[in-house]
């Protein structure tokens, strides 16, 4: 596996990394397996994708305790992110909480579950507009002074905010949406990130599964369901748009997925997708894509692509969306 650096950290990471969301949960893309979920990630060592993210809100708390399973006995061989902020409201939802004051209790609990001693790389989930950027990230820096924490990082955060943590301490690694089906980061998100010498860490690398799951498909509880892009009004409206990946797929010789992979980290060095999954077989498709280089000829016959047709469908339902990039 190919390695890239994490922000001017000097720290190489695995050019793809494990978005591992899904393990542990029904609720992100279906019925979970932790056998399988287990598999996967000692596949993932197999393969050198070394880099796993995961967040104390997946499964509320699972997900992070299914993963010190695999990570404990091979903790030097995993460079391991969670993310804090999103807490249960008691009703089966969350709200978002990082205050300062909670947040050395939520990387602990974290800490706890993992079975570690320091997380690598601590994210804020998203920027509240009631907690001044510069508060929070003191109290991030305070856990890396503390030596619970290595590199601190934000999530779904503007590029005003972006610049601001990084006046407090520095930020290692952005983590967006970023896919061929969602670029809105190419405008302001990405040139800062470059600007100030900070990984883009894209989630939801392959749109969440539209290359190949349409809305009718997905399990009663799949979180997708609540998605636009997913929903009966969008229908086939992305159908000429996946024809035209799957087509320029065939012709490279690769598979649609790592088609899409390629052209995410062919847009940047310091760009380090995460594609999600629980299942062995997909991880080691998605493995693949580290070693498929697109030459400037596909690059620009991608975006003459996407050019053609444009994504329909939002990303998010319009609450959701007020959560993002603030």
């Known amino acids: 596996m190919k390695t890239r650096e994490l922000g ?13 969301m899904s393990m542990a949960s029904d609720y992100a893309y279906g019925p979970s397996d932790e056998r399988e979920a287990v598999a996967t990630l000692h596949r993932a060592l197999e393969l050198g994708v070394t880099f796993w993210d995961t967040a104390d809100i997946y499964g509320f708390g699972a997900n992070e305790t299914l993963l010190r399973q695999v990570l404990v006995p091979n903790r030097n061989r995993v460079f391991l992110a969670t993310k804090f902020g999103f807490v249960a409201d ?18 602990d609990a974290s800490l706890q579950r993992l ?33 619970k924490v290595r590199f601190l990082g934000l999530s779904e955060a503007s590029a005003t905010s972006l610049r601001r943590a ?15 089906f969602t670029r809105d980061v ?49 229908g086939d409206a992305n159908a000429p748009l996946i024809a ?14 790592q088609l899409a992979l390629a052209w995410l980290l062919a847009q940047d060095a310091h760009i380090i997708p995460i594609p999600g999954t629980k299942q062995r077989k997909y991880l080691e498709e998605n493995a693949v ?33 007020k959560l993002v990039n603030r």
């Open 8 to 20: 001017r950290t000097g720290q190489q990471l695995s050019a793809l990394g494990l978005g591992c």
């Open 90 to 107: 008691g009703a089966g939802g969350t709200s978002l909480d990082v205050r300062p004051e909670r947040i050395a209790a939520a990387c």
């Open 115 to 147: 079975g570690i001693d320091t997380i690598d790389l601590y994210y804020a989930h998203r920027i509240d507009p009631a907690v001044p950027v510069e508060e929070m990230v003191g109290a991030m820096a305070a856990l890396v002074q503390a030596g």
């Open 166 to 180: 990084q006046a407090t301490h520095p930020i290692a690694a952005l983590q967006s949406e970023y896919s061929i």
């Open 186 to 234: 190419e405008a302001e998100i990405l040139p800062a990130c470059q600007e100030l010498g900070v990984s883009l860490v894209p989630f939801s690398p392959l749109g969440r599964g539209l290359l190949t799951t349409t809305g009718p498909q997905l399990a009663e509880k799949d979180l997708r369901r609540s998605m636009p892009r997913f929903g009966e009004e969008v």
């Open 244 to 257: 035209g990946l799957k087509e320029l797929a065939a012709a490279k010789g690769c598979g649609t997925a």
């Open 289 to 321: 894509a580290a070693d498929t280089e697109l030459s400037p000829a596909e690059v620009e016959q991608l975006r003459a692509l996407l050019a053609a047709h444009p994504v329909v469908g939002a990303r998010y339902s319009e609450g959701a969306l």
